[in-house]
C-alpha cells in the first residue's frame, strides 16, 4: 500500500462489508456487545416469505381472518384488505401488513394496495344478522346452527357480492404477475428489501478501490457506483445475505431480470453455497443505453464460477436451495477473458423486479363464494328442501344471483382461478373429511376453519386452476387429506366460460 501508483485501501470499508454479512461472526459479537443489542432473527432473509404478498379481502371476517392467521403461519408475506385499522390490528395482530381499502370503491384499490401481489384470496361477503339484532362478536351469526331470521344491514348484495368483486379483479388484473411466474424481488413497491437484505461487495474485498451501492430510486433499486482498475480490482457488486431458509424454485425454468442499464455488460450471480468465497452460478448480460429490458436467465445456462474461474465438473444449479442474489459489474468475463463493454468509472444499472418464471400455473385467485348460487329460478327446485339463503334469495337482496355474477366477472377475466362454494359455515373446529362436487346441488355444512385450509391449498395446486366446486364436510375426521386427489377430481370449468 505504500507504492506511489497505487490509490488508498479502505480498511474501514472492508470491515463494514464483513461485519454486513456476518461473513466473521466474532467482529459481529464484539460489535453487538458494545452497542448493546441483542442478538435476533428480525432482519433474518426469508426465502419463504420474501416471495410476493398474498393480498386478502374480507380479511376480518369469520374466513378471512383464518386465511390470515394461516398464511403467516406458514411464512407468507400477508397484505389484508381492511376497511378499520384499529379494529382490523384488535382481531388479526400486528403479523400482517393492513391497508386501509374497500372493494366497491375503485378508488381505494391504489397502486400501493395491489404491488407486490402474487396471488388474493378474497372473502369479502355483504354483512347479515338476526332481524332481532346479535352480539358485537355476531355471535348468532357466526354459530352456524340456530336459524334466526335473516336480514342485510350495511351495503347491498349488488355492491358487495358483484360490483366490488368485479373492481378488485378487474385490479388484480392489472398487477398479479404473468401466469408462471413468482415474484422474487419488486422494487416498484418501497420497502425494507434494500435496507436490510442487499449490500455491497466490492472489490475492496481483494484489496482494490472500487465503490457501489444500492438504493430506491423512482420505483427501482439502483445498483450504481464507480469501478476503478487500481490495485489490480475491477469489479463492483450488490449481494443478498444468505437467505435462511432458502429459495426454492425447482419447476421454474429460470430467472427474469426487467432491469434499465447504461449500455455496460453485467453478471448476475445465484448461489446455493452459504460460504462468502464460495461457488457461485453466474450468467452474463448486456443492457442498452436508458432502455428497459427483461433479461431472461435460464437455470441450463448459468455458469458454475469460483472467482471468475469456471468449474467444469460442478454439477448443475440446486434450484430448490437458492440461498442469495447478487448483481456484478467486473473488468473480467471468465478465465482471464476480458469483458469487451467494460470501462472504468461512473456506472449505473436500474432493476425494477426479479422474477422466476416458467413454472406451473397456479390459481393467483381464490374466491370464497357460496354453495346454492345458481339454485334460485332452477327449474325443478323444491325451495322446502333448500338452505335458507336459496328460500331467501329475494328478501335478501338477491344476494346468491349476485354472488353468480361476481364468480362470472372473475372467469370472465383471464386470471387464473379457484372459486369455492361452501356449503353452510360453522364455527366448528372443523378438520373433518371433505366432499368436493360440481353442479350445485349438495347440502350440507363446514367449518369456516376447512374453508380457510382450502383456500390456501388452492394457492398450491395446479389442478386448482380455473374450477369452480361445492364443498361440504364429510362424517369422519380426517387425520391427512390428499388434497392434490381431491382437486384432481375436479374438472375445469367449460372455455365459454372463461376468455381465452
Not at 339463503?389 to 354472488?403: F, S
Not at 373429511?433 to 382450502?454: P, Y
Amino acid at each position: 500500500m505504500t507504492n506511489k501508483n497505487r490509490s488508498q485501501w479502505d480498511l474501514g470499508r472492508f470491515i463494514k462489508t464483513l461485519t454486513y454479512f456476518e461473513v466473521v461472526p466474532l467482529i459481529n459479537w464484539i460489535q453487538d456487545l458494545f452497542q448493546g443489542r441483542t442478538k435476533d432473527n428480525q432482519n433474518q432473509p426469508n426465502g419463504a416469505k420474501q416471495v410476493g404478498v398474498i393480498l386478502v379481502a374480507g380479511a376480518t371476517g369469520g374466513v378471512g381472518k383464518r386465511v390470515v392467521r394461516r398464511l403467516v403461519e406458514r411464512g407468507y408475506r400477508v397484505r389484508s384488505l381492511v376497511r378499520d385499522i384499529e379494529r382490523a390490528r384488535s382481531i388479526l395482530g400486528d403479523n400482517t401488513e393492513l391497508v386501509v381499502a374497500d372493494i366497491t370503491k375503485t378508488e381505494t384499490l391504489t397502486p400501493q394496495v395491489m404491488a407486490n401481489i402474487q396471488a388474493i384470496i378474497c372473502c369479502t361477503a355483504v354483512r347479515v344478522q338476526p332481524k332481532e339484532g346479535d352480539t358485537p362478536e355476531r355471535e348468532k351469526y357466526y354459530q352456524g346452527v340456530k336459524f334466526y331470521q335473516p336480514e342485510i344491514v350495511g351495503d347491498t348484495p349488488e355492491n358487495v357480492e358483484y360490483r366490488g368483486v368485479k373492481n378488485l379483479v378487474e385490479a388484480a388484473a392489472k398487477y398479479l404477475p404473468a401466469s408462471g411466474e413468482k415474484i422474487l424481488f419488486d422494487f416498484t413497491n418501497p420497502s425494507t428489501e434494500v435496507k436490510n437484505i442487499w449490500g455491497a461487495v466490492d472489490d475492496v474485498v481483494m484489496g482494490g478501490v472500487s465503490e457501489s451501492n444500492i438504493q430506491l430510486v423512482e420505483g427501482t433499486a439502483l445498483f450504481a457506483g464507480n469501478v476503478s482498475t487500481a490495485n489490480s480490482g475491477g469489479f463492483a457488486s450488490v449481494r443478498t445475505k444468505n437467505f435462511s431458509p432458502a429459495f426454492n424454485l425447482s419447476g421454474y425454468e429460470g430467472i427474469k431480470l426487467r432491469v434499465r442499464g447504461d449500455g455496460k455488460r453485467y453478471k448476475f450471480f445465484l448461489r446455493t453455497d452459504t460460504k462468502w468465497d464460495g461457488i457461485g452460478y453466474s450468467y452474463s448480460f448486456d443492457t442498452i443505453a436508458n432502455t428497459w429490458i427483461d433479461v431472461r436467465i435460464p437455470f441450463a445456462d448459468l455458469v458454475p464460477v469460483f472467482r471468475a474461474k469456471t468449474l467444469q465438473d460442478c454439477p448443475p444449479i440446486a434450484t430448490n436451495q437458492i440461498s442469495s442474489f447478487q448483481l456484478m459489474l467486473s473488468k473480467f468475463e471468465y478465465d482471464g477473458e476480458l469483458n469487451p463493454l467494460f470501462s472504468p468509472g461512473g456506472f449505473a444499472l436500474q432493476v425494477e423486479s426479479i422474477k422466476a418464471y416458467g413454472g406451473e400455473t397456479l390459481p393467483q385467485f381464490i374466491l370464497v363464494s357460496s354453495a346454492g348460487v345458481t339454485r334460485p329460478g332452477r327449474p325443478g327446485i323444491n325451495l322446502e328442501e333448500e338452505p335458507p339463503a336459496v328460500r331467501l334469495n329475494d328478501q335478501l337482496g338477491g344476494i346468491l344471483t349476485w354472488k353468480l355474477k361476481g364468480e362470472d366477472s372473475l372467469r370472465a377475466s383471464g386470471i387464473p382461478y379457484t372459486i369455492i362454494r361452501p356449503c353452510a359455515l360453522t364455527e366448528e373446529a372443523g378438520g373433518k373429511s371433505l366432499i368436493f362436487e360440481q353442479g350445485d346441488n349438495i347440502r350440507g355444512k363446514i367449518s369456516r376453519e376447512d374453508v380457510a385450509e382450502i383456500c390456501l391449498q388452492a394457492l398450491q395446486q395446479p389442478q386448482a386452476c380455473n374450477i369452480t366446486f361445492e364443498v361440504k364436510e364429510g362424517e369422519d375426521r380426517a387425520d391427512y387429506i390428499e388434497w392434490q386427489k381431491l382437486f384432481a377430481q375436479l374438472q375445469p370449468d367449460p372455455a365459454s366460460q372463461r376468455q381465452l
